[in-house]
Nanobody
Framework: VQLVESGGGLVQPGGSLRLSCAAS????????IGWFRQAPGKEREFVAA????????NYADSTRDRFTISRDNAKNTLYLQMNSLQPEDTAAYYC???????????????????WGQGTQVTVSS
């Protein structure tokens, strides 16, 4: 099983980035998939997620109006479009996959089964 993130980097405040997460080794469309982030000295926090068989995304309050999560089951790939980035968005971003997640579980990291290695996003002028 592999989840491999890409697309991170350094961006100025107000800029945009698109993260990708390529999945392999499991049946991608059977899983809920999500994005989490972790800044130095802080706990891993929920960013956005999509449950299986639904096009209704779930977002953290801090990302709802700026980030867009999407998935392409044909390509086994998860995306996170991030707009209007701010310094407080600086963190390592991780994708994760979890099976049989219900709505109340989707924001909690320990409910996920598989994790990527993370990609760094730095927002700075």
């Amino acid at each position: 099983v592999q989840l491999v993130e890409s697309g991170g980097g350094l961006v100025q405040p107000g800029g945009s980035l698109r993260l990708s997460c390529a999945a392999s080794g499991f049946t991608f469309d059977d899983y809920a998939i999500g994005w989490f982030r972790q800044a130095p000295g802080k706990e891993r926090e929920f960013v956005a997620a999509l449950r299986r068989n639904t096009n209704t995304p779930n977002y953290a309050d801090s990302t709802r109006d700026r980030f867009t999560i999407s998935r392409d089951n044909a390509k086994n790939t998860l995306y996170l479009q991030m707009n209007s980035l701010q310094p407080e968005d600086t963190a390592a971003y991780y994708c994760a996959a979890g099976k049989n997640l219900i709505l109340s579980s989707i924001r909690t990291p320990h409910h996920y089964d598989y994790w990527g290695q993370g990609t760094q996003v730095t927002v700075s002028s």
